[in-house]
């Protein structure tokens, strides 16, 4: 190969093999490989070709680390993630269903948006149930200084935009689940759809308010390191319960294992700012 | 000491190479045989481990050879710790690695 045409194939190869490299990472990345081949072209150009088979590798592994380190950095109880895989969810259900025609007919034809009002009826009527069947959340949290103005109306925001996405998560959900009916017996399938949305709206709601009951008030976080407070047999002449903390020191959750008439709700404790010290920022 | 980080044998004779002052991904590669596709990787790992550090050589120098700068690797404090368990589980890896020559050290 003549120089001219190598250096152009080396080229190639490292601007192919930078797509792979992080954004962030590229310039330096090619300017040491850029730095390497040029000494190896001076020095040794026949074994140039071997070397850049590398270029490959490196690129993938600089990657690889990236999405590791991504991994491991991400913060899995922040509310904004909790939406962003709801949406995700979302997103997917409706890609995959919508490559199939029943699908498509079934959402957009008159049949399919009765059954949506209904499917939404059902959700609306299935919240009570799951307030029973759920925890009953600590009362003093919604109340006082547990948390500001602000903070009480993203609370809100947050949880009606999980409990929106997930009914449509389980409404797409029960659909796919239900499509080989739609090819048996046609429109009449929506009866299964609702019958489906049923089941699944009872679970997706109780964990929708599970969760929300589990965050911190101020900051919406999951709360962590749950602790058994007191022997289950203190539950006829005491309270044994679970206890929860944020991990930005705003309180602590002390979730009732029990129902009882003198201790009913979960309690938050709200602690004051001089506790923030003793946690993560 | 419990938190030293493991090593592989590939990695501890590549860290065993830059103790010995060779401090090029290619001079690795020279000295141990290993392709392109594993020491630069690796390179990179250990880098994330804080086991080696890369330092940019100063533009001066590779504007005075007429090359670009090049990225030098040299081993750290955590790097020899865990080089010295390395060669507890791996005793011959030293005998893959010859000493770099002084004036070769010096030049680069």
């Known amino acids: ?281 | 000491m419990t938190d030293t980080v493991r090593l592989s044998h590939t990695a501890a004779l590549i860290l065993k190479t830059l103790s010995q002052g060779y401090s090029y991904g290619f001079d690795v590669m020279e000295v141990t045989g290993l392709a392109s596709g594993t020491v630069y990787p690796a390179l990179r790992r250990m880098e994330n481990d804080s086991l080696i550090e890369g330092v940019w050589e100063s533009e001066a120098k590779a504007l005075r050879d007429e090359r670009p700068a090049r990225r030098y690797y040299k081993v750290t404090r955590a790097g020899k710790q865990a080089l010295t368990e390395a060669e507890k589980k791996y005793p011959l890896i030293a005998s893959f690695v010859p000493a770099r020559e002084p004036a070769k050290a010096a030049k680069a």
Not at chain 1, 81 to 108: E, K, N, W, Y
Not at chain 1, 139 to 168: H, I, N, P, T
Request: proline share 5%; charged share 20%.
């Open chain 1, 1 to 281: 190969m003549k120089p001219h045409q190598q250096l152009r194939s080396l080229h190639r190869t490292l601007s192919l093999a930078a797509i792979v490299v992080p954004r962030v990472r590229r310039d330096l990345w090619k300017a040491e490989w850029i730095a390497e081949l040029s000494y190896l072209l001076r020095t040794q150009p026949d074994a140039v070709e071997g070397f850049a088979q590398g270029l490959f590798a490196d690129a993938v592994a600089v990657r690889r680390a990236s999405i590791v380190d991504r991994w491991r950095n991400t913060d899995w109880r922040c509310p904004e993630l909790c939406l962003r895989i709801l949406f995700g969810l979302f997103v997917l259900l409706s890609a995959t269903g919508l490559t199939q025609p029943h699908f498509r007919h079934s959402v957009f034809s008159r049949w399919g948006a009765l059954t949506f009002t209904y499917f939404v009826i059902l959700a609306i009527l299935t919240v009570p149930s799951t307030v029973v069947v759920s925890r009953f959340g600590a009362r003093d949290a919604y109340e006082g200084e547990a948390a500001s103005m602000r903070q009480r109306a993203g609370r809100w925001y947050f949880l009606g935009a999980k409990l929106l996405l997930l009914v449509l998560c389980v409404y797409l959900s029960a659909l796919q689940l239900t499509l080989p009916l739609f090819y048996l017996i046609g429109l009449q399938a929506n009866a299964f759809v609702i019958i489906c949305g049923l089941v699944f709206n009872v679970v997706a709601i109780g964990w929708a308010f599970r969760d929300q009951r589990e965050r911190c008030p101020s900051c919406m976080r999951l709360l962590r390191s749950p602790a058994r407070m007191g022997p289950p047999s203190w539950s006829l002449l005491d309270s044994n319960a679970t206890e929860e903390m944020c991990d930005r020191g705003h309180g602590l959750l002390h979730q009732p294992e029990w129902q009882t008439s003198w201790y009913g709700n979960a309690r938050w404790l709200q602690l004051d700012r001089t506790w923030r010290e003793l946690f993560h920022p």
